[in-house]
């Protein structure tokens, strides 16, 4: 087909424009899932523009089926093959999409100051997706008049990329290719997604292939429908592991790290210009928890931990965090871990978390002031205040504190004890 053709002809070509400053404008009032200058979560950010380009897709690829419908030019003779027909006329309209989508992840990077190749994994994804949706759309336009067959698809792609954020299981949210939840410093997009994405994705490509080529009307109905699911059946055991995010734990080889008085600091790329001031602030704390007598790892990292590493700690900050929050995120990883009971039962040691984090706050360095900004009084009667406890602790023995501290630790790790919240 002749550009002039396409420019006179097609919608696509129209509405790209205004879809592409649609997208930029929403990429402009989107929060990523952290605002450091990361690759992975900028990409994903955006990639949320996929909720309304799809559509967008569907109902432009029916509109061009549509045109061949009222022609009824698919019944007639023709040279070229039908994938190359339907794929002249899909072209432009897949561009449009990738376009749009494309404008909003160089917004996202702009907004977090990171000049870097996007996520090559949520690019493709992205393709697959309007390439998804556009074939079917395309295919409903070949077979339903087109004013019943654009709106059609347009309502049902949206309630596609929209409704599964809304839904149970959890799992159910990343089968539609809008993995934008995706991800934290500490996190990494997780393979398993990205592929039960694409496959249900391609499941729809196929889908939309069998209704355009095969003739008879209820077989090929059929068979894309059977194709369809077949799809789902492949890309649903990929994802039920997963919970709302679609992440993993990231490989920690790609940590910064930096050894002093003992005591070793790692941080992500995305933190590493502050790593001196890190380890500084962290050096710092571990000295005055090891003073007043605690027992506290000599390494710290960002990476996700397990308790195999007893001497290892993890936390984590922003590049905002002062101060006061990067040792209130050193404190918070020297509690226990949350006990899986926790998630299925009482978990009485909950009442004691705040107050042990209170502690190792105060006695890591922590200013009153600060304290007083993170553990404000519960309000509920009889309830003591994290502070209240803190000064009964101040005046309390060091054997008086090394009990209370022991009983409140077991509490939080298990939920089969009461924690013992006022030290004597």
Not at 298 to 318: C, H, K, Q, W
Request: glycine share 8%; charged share 15%.
């Amino acid at each position: 087909m002749r550009l002039r053709t396409i420019l006179r002809v097609q919608p696509a070509v129209w509405l790209g424009l205004p879809l592409i400053v649609l997208s930029a404008i929403y990429a402009l009032g989107y929060q990523p899932a952290t605002d450091d200058p990361y690759g992975v979560s900028l990409t994903a950010a955006g990639t949320v523009t996929l909720g309304f380009v799809a559509p967008v897709c569907a109902a432009l690829a029916a509109w061009e089926g549509g045109r061949l419908r009222r022609a009824d030019w698919w019944t007639l003779p023709h040279v070229r093959p039908l994938a190359m027909v339907a794929g002249a006329l899909l072209a432009p309209v897949i561009v449009a999409g990738m376009l749009a989508v494309f404008a909003a992840i160089i917004v996202e990077f702009a907004k977090g100051g990171l000049l870097a190749v996007p996520d090559l994994r949520l690019v493709v994804l992205s393709l697959f997706v309007s390439g998804g949706h556009a074939m079917v759309g395309f295919a409903v336009g070949l077979r339903v008049p087109v004013v019943v067959a654009a709106p059609s698809v347009l309502v049902a792609s949206y309630l596609w990329m929209a409704f599964p954020r809304a839904m149970e299981p959890l799992w159910l949210r990343h089968l539609n290719g809008s993995l934008s939840s995706c991800c934290l410093p500490q996190d990494d997009l997780a393979l398993s997604a990205v592929l039960a994405a694409a496959m249900v994705a391609l499941g729809m490509v196929a889908a939309g292939g069998v209704l355009i080529a095969l003739r008879g009307r209820w077989r090929n109905v059929v068979i894309g429908l059977g194709v369809l699911v077949a799809s789902f059946g492949l890309a649903i055991p990929l994802v039920s592991g997963l919970g709302p995010d679609p992440v993993v734990a990231r490989n920690p080889d790609s940590l910064v790290c930096r050894a002093s008085s003992g005591v070793t600091v790692c941080v992500w790329p995305e933190h590493g210009e502050r790593l001196e001031e890190v380890a500084g602030i962290t050096t710092r704390a571990v000295e005055r928890w090891r003073a007043v007598g605690l027992s506290v790892p000599s390494s710290y990292r960002e990476a996700r931990v397990t308790d195999a590493d007893p001497e290892t700690s993890g936390f984590g900050f922003s590049r905002h965090s002062s101060q006061a929050d990067i040792l209130h995120a050193l404190a918070y990883g020297l509690l226990p871990a949350w006990p899986a009971c926790a998630e299925t039962g009482a978990y009485p040691g909950f009442d004691a978390r705040d107050p042990l984090h209170a502690w190792y706050d105060a006695t890591g360095g922590m200013s009153k002031a600060d304290l007083e900004q993170r553990f404000p009084p519960s309000g509920v009667p009889g309830d003591p205040a994290p502070l209240e406890i803190l000064n009964r602790l101040s005046a309390a023995t060091p054997e008086e504190r090394a009990d209370w501290l022991a009983d409140n630790l077991a509490a939080v790790a298990s939920c089969d004890r009461e924690p013992q919240l006022l030290p004597p």
